[in-house]
């Protein structure tokens, strides 16, 4: 049974560019969570889609755009990147609805911005 | 602002020993906590959730919860140098599917051969 699986692992941007990652949750998931974790800090949430819909938002500016397709796969996308959304970005998958179940984390993808 | 407290560290405890580790959280509507271990390097992975008042076990792990001095912890018994990581508290507004979880900065744990 794969788990939450991200991709890429390692991406190496420059400051302005775009960059797209992508998500597929845990079988029988069909939330999907994108967090931001800066070096020495905890996970800080930027969206959940549900129902191919963004139904919450962190503090994040709109530059963090996402997209949930049928299949429940998402994709986080970052415009006009800068040096400060160098980071490890987390996706974790869940049970939809008003369950109780736990998020599960994927093993995440590690960008860096030149 | 929403926040989840924890001490930094490093905690380091004897092989063997009990790890105790705290976190306390600002919003009193919180529903929904849990513990995520991290290794260097590695993405959290769940340890523990727990829901109500009191305490939870699981093998060498036991969560308290005591949500009217908004206290979270996570004990640690018979300590192995493998549970050496950095040990996140999370805490949600809701039950632990919907939503975001507000993450505290983390404790790192060291345990000592």
């Known amino acids: 049974d794969a788990g939450v699986t991200q991709s890429p692992t390692h991406l190496i941007k420059t400051r302005g560019q775009q960059v797209t990652l992508r998500c597929s949750p845990k079988?029988?998931?069909?939330?999907v969570s994108w967090y931001q974790q800066a070096l020495g800090q905890g996970p800080q949430f930027i969206f959940q889609y549900y129902e191919e819909e963004e139904r919450q938002r962190g503090n994040f500016p709109d530059r963090f755009s996402g997209h949930q397709f049928p299949n429940y796969s998402s994709e986080l996308n970052v415009n006009a990147l800068l040096l400060g959304d160098s980071a490890l970005y987390l996706c974790?998958?869940?049970?939809?609805?008003?369950?109780?179940?736990?998020?599960?984390f994927g093993d995440g993808t590690r960008l860096s911005i030149l | 602002q929403k926040e989840v407290e924890q001490n930094s560290g490093p905690l380091s405890v004897p092989e063997g020993a009990i790890a105790s580790l705290n976190c306390t959280y600002s919003?009193?509507?919180?529903?929904?906590f849990f513990w995520y271990r991290q290794y260097s390097g590695k993405s959290p992975e769940l340890i523990m959730s727990?829901?109500?008042?009191g305490d939870k076990e699981d093998g060498r792990f036991t969560a308290q919860l005591n949500k009217a001095s908004q206290y979270v912890s996570l004990l640690i018994r018979d300590s192995q140098p493998s549970d050496s990581a950095t040990y996140l508290c999370?805490?949600?507004?809701?039950?632990?599917?919907?939503?975001?979880?507000?993450f505290g900065k983390g404790t790192k744990l060291s345990v000592k051969p």
């Open positions: 999370a805490v949600s507004l809701y039950g632990g599917s919907q939503g975001n979880l507000i």
């Open positions: 919003d009193r509507g919180s529903q929904s």
């Open positions: 974790a998958s869940s049970p939809g609805g008003s369950s109780n179940q736990p998020q599960h």
């Open positions: 079988s029988g998931h069909d939330t």
């Open positions: 727990i829901y109500s008042n």
